[in-house]
């Protein structure tokens, strides 16, 4: 049995009103999750509500992980500080690594620099370091925003519709750099996409929600 | 819906004309005031001494060039100077106020008193505070920085954390579920997320330090407003104007530099990059000349 990293126990997500009810899922070590079905369903509050952004309506969500470095989160519109450079961008994922009493305006030890070297690399966004992120194009500012990801190895990765925007080949960048951190983290994605097709392709265990439940395919 | 916004508007507008008749009581005593002031212009106003650019009898002037120590020099330089000291210090004491004012970034037991801190700086004019320091550091300069900085402080902070409250939530939403704490997220999130606001308007605060250290000066607090005050009380109204012709200058040139480097930092900018006949003319006359030419570049994908 892989290492749980989170466990949802008859929780129900919405706002007012419960938008999926009755959730009991437990997300392990080298899960990697899609989350399915049509807009406004309830993907996204359900991915807010494992990353502690929203409260649910009833029932628990378990973290195995500590939030402070071992979850990742990327919003669907990145949440990435525009006029930062890519690098200091990138930078901010790895500062979560450090004790919470690392100042943050003092640099990043060496060993995590490199990390953020290596990260810029294996997204194709080195040669973008010292660029800021507000003049990238869409795609560029998705694989900024899974460099940042990635630079916090997080055991955890919640990813809101990341893979849009991206051609074939980014997609494959993309997906080869999380999964090399899955593998060497044993750590687990949740995602959640619109393009079933895509989905299909790289998850190992899809969720979909339908009239106000979640069901695995099997 | 229209009829009604006409009776509301015109309404409010009979209601202001009533107040104003009501306020002014017996028009009777106007009687021969524009010739009052004509005589007033032409007697004691115009034209101006500009002796106030010769240098001042003592000290005695070690310049080569009259000017550097003449009333109007020293005052207008120990004003920028008082403006420039309040707005840095004004800047670093609210920008830490400002973090904490800011109600997506602080919970309301540390965002409500931090505001009521503010407001309550904001709600004294710099002249109160510039009485009230006068008291504790006497007549002069110091009193005149601790007026402008409290001031600044109160007006600054408002403005910059509502610029903060405006930032997008989604990098405010990845911090926090990523674990940072409320310094981490204000620091690397929040303050460069609104970086070009805050600029803006410690660009804003300085030319607005400036407009009112000579307002400031006037009740002793220094700068050229001392000087004001004392032709005022002399009754040498012509070199109060000559004064004030120059401190109109400064503004200008102050106001032309400050909205260039407003315009530079404000993308598809609120702030239109000006042109001196913009300074002068009306907006009517000058805004289709210069469109905001501020446009956003675009790295194009390079695969």
Known sequence: MNEELAHLHEVSIGYVEPLVQDITIEIAAGDVIAILGPSGIGKTTLLRTIAGLVRPLSGDVELGVEPRGGLGYIPQRLGLVGNLSVRANVEMGARVRLSKWHLPFLPLPKDLNEEVTNCLESLGIDHLAEQPVRILSGGQQRRVATARSIAQAPKLLLADEFLGELDDDNVEIVMSAVQHVIDKQNSALVMVEHHEELARQVANRIWKIHDGRLIEED | ?303
Request: with cysteine.
């Open chain 2, 1 to 303: 819906m229209q009829k009604r916004f006409f009776l509301i508007v015109s309404c409010i507008f009979l209601l202001s004309i009533f107040l104003f008749f009501d306020l002014v009581g017996e028009w009777g005593r106007l009687t021969g005031g524009w010739g009052n002031l004509v005589i007033f212009f032409e007697e004691s106003l115009w034209p101006p001494n500009w002796k106030v650019l010769e240098a001042q009898s003592y000290p005695i002037c070690d310049s080569k060039l009259d000017i550097f120590c003449s009333v109007a020099w020293l005052g207008i330089v120990e004003t920028l100077k008082i403006a420039f000291i309040a707005t840095v210090f004004g800047f670093l004491i609210s920008l830490p106020l400002s973090v904490l004012a800011a109600s997506n970034l602080s919970p309301i037991y540390l965002a409500l008193p931090s505001r009521i801190l503010l407001a309550g700086m904001r709600s004294l004019p710099a002249i109160i505070w510039a009485v009230l320091f006068m008291i504790i550091f006497d007549v002069g300069a110091l009193a005149g920085i601790f007026a402008m900085t409290f001031y600044t402080v109160g007006y600054l902070g408002k403005l910059q954390f509502e610029s903060m409250e405006g930032i997008k939530n989604a990098p405010l939403e990845a911090a926090k579920a990523t674990g940072m704490n409320r310094f981490e997220t204000a620091w690397l999130v929040a303050i460069p997320e609104s970086a070009n606001n805050l600029l803006s308007h410690v660009l804003f605060m300085f030319e607005y330090n400036v407009r009112h250290g000579s307002v400031v000066g006037l009740v002793g607090a220094g700068g050229i407003g001392l000087y004001l005050n004392t032709y005022l009380k002399l009754a040498q109204y012509d070199k109060v104007v000559a004064l004030l012709i120059i401190i109109f200058i400064v503004v200008v040139i102050i106001d032309f530099i400050s909205m260039t480097l407003r315009s530079a930092v404000n993308e598809g900018g609120d702030v239109e990059r000006p042109t001196w006949s913009s300074l002068f003319l009306p907006a009517a006359f000058t805004s289709s000349n210069h469109p905001t030419p501020m446009k956003k570049e675009t790295i194009e994908e390079s695969e």
